[in-house]
């Protein structure tokens, strides 16, 4: 079985700091990219960051120049560094990341999700 499994959520005031980190186990065969999603309550999911096994990323306008995501290919994980945080960064977070497993099944998987807050 493959799974993705977020930690580093919580509480902040605005202006502060989290690292998220989501870590792929299982009967990985190979990774492509990887990302972070948001979901804000009464809201759509929408893209945070994203990336490539080669180190390419992308941000939502919203996150640019706060935001941070980097990945060790070697540990099979992903992080998201978010600083300058907002009231309006409040969402759970969720890691995705399109994988193939030993058994040559791609799929694009989700973790569980993980509750971000800034609030004063």
């Known amino acids: 079985q493959v799974q993705l499994v977020e930690s580093g959520g919580g509480s902040v005031q605005p202006g502060g700091s989290l690292r998220l980190s989501c870590a792929a186990s299982?009967?990985?065969?190979?990774?492509?990219?990887m990302g972070w999603y948001r979901q804000a309550p009464g809201k759509q999911r929408e893209l945070v960051a994203t990336?490539?096994?080669?180190?390419?990323?992308n941000y939502a306008d919203s996150v640019k120049g706060r935001f941070t995501i980097s990945r060790d290919n070697f540990k099979s994980l992903v992080y998201l560094q978010m600083n300058i945080l907002k009231p309006e960064d409040t969402a759970v977070y969720y890691c995705n990341a399109e994988m193939v497993t030993t058994g040559g099944y791609e799929h694009n998987y989700w973790g569980q999700g993980t509750q971000v807050t800034v609030s004063s």
């Open positions: 990336i490539t096994n080669g180190g390419n990323t």
């Open positions: 299982g009967r990985i065969f190979s990774i492509y990219d």
